[in-house]
């Protein structure tokens, strides 16, 4: 066999193979392999290499498809769980947001007393007025009481004025720094001054270190906050609005036209109350009236001469 041939042929049989050669050209090289054996050879190889390449790619393509369809599968799972979490998610935030709406629309007023109270407690900066008034029908015991609590920047100043119905009266002023050990008092009428220090908790004096630590105490020590809870077994569908003082007054009464107790609380602040106590005998009143951010330094300053009041420290 003629090798320049053989070459010619084995330089045409990738084209050929690929079926891209002129009709002319297939035949010649049809014509040359039914005489040539090595050079069918060179063909049945060439065309097994392709048979093993398609049967690879398909292979190749069939794990392909099965990664694929196992990432789609995974994917679909994955889609169902957030499916499945977006909608408990929702649901958890629907109850939370329910029971949150609900908890809000459905506080007792005592609820709402307690939550206002708390952040007031965080201010350094107010004024609480107390006033007790009692009236004695058949003996000569009527008087009035009234304290003025001023705080401003961890300083108080609380203006005591007793006056009873015989003409008797007092006036005291105690101030001092909230946290402090000592406390000053000014007794008007005994015209002296008092340095208190009160390190020791077991202090014989009426003045306790607890009534001084923080603004709680110090409200406390005058009866607020057990005033406050007189209503916690009143709620707002136990009261009606009255206007007292040109303000609208949530009021509850118990009791008949002689013997009888009410509890007014301010309707827009729930901060100002009245407790009434009143029957055959007596009549007791007790108010107070919280104002935030009111107190200047001027406010706090202590107006009094006291240049020869006698001066008396009290150690525990």
Known sequence: MNKKICNIVLDLLPIYVEDDVTNDTKEFIEEHIKECSNCKNKLDIMKMDIVKEEDKLKND??????????????????????????????????????????????????????????????????????????????ETGSFEISNDIYCKDSKFKIYENFKSMNADKTEKVRYGEIGSDKITEIDINDNSIKEIHINDENSTDVIKHSSYVDNKYILDDIGYHASLDDFKNIDYKDMEIKFFEEREWYVYREGNEINYNEYWIDKNNLTDIRLIESNEKFYRETSFVFERNVVTEEKLNINYDTTNFKRIELYD
Not at 69 to 95: C, R
Not at 119 to 129: G, I, R, V, W
């Open 61 to 138: 393509t069939k794990i392909e498809v099965e990664k694929i369809k196992k990432v789609n599968k995974k994917l679909q799972m994955h889609k169902g769980i957030l499916q499945v979490s977006s909608i408990i998610i929702s649901i958890i935030a629907i109850i939370f947001l329910g029971c949150t709406i609900y908890k809000e629309f459905n506080k007792t007023l005592y609820d709402n007393i307690q939550e206002i109270y708390d952040e007031n407690m965080k201010l350094d900066n107010y004024h609480l007025t107390q006033k007790n008034i009692y009236k004695n029908y058949f």
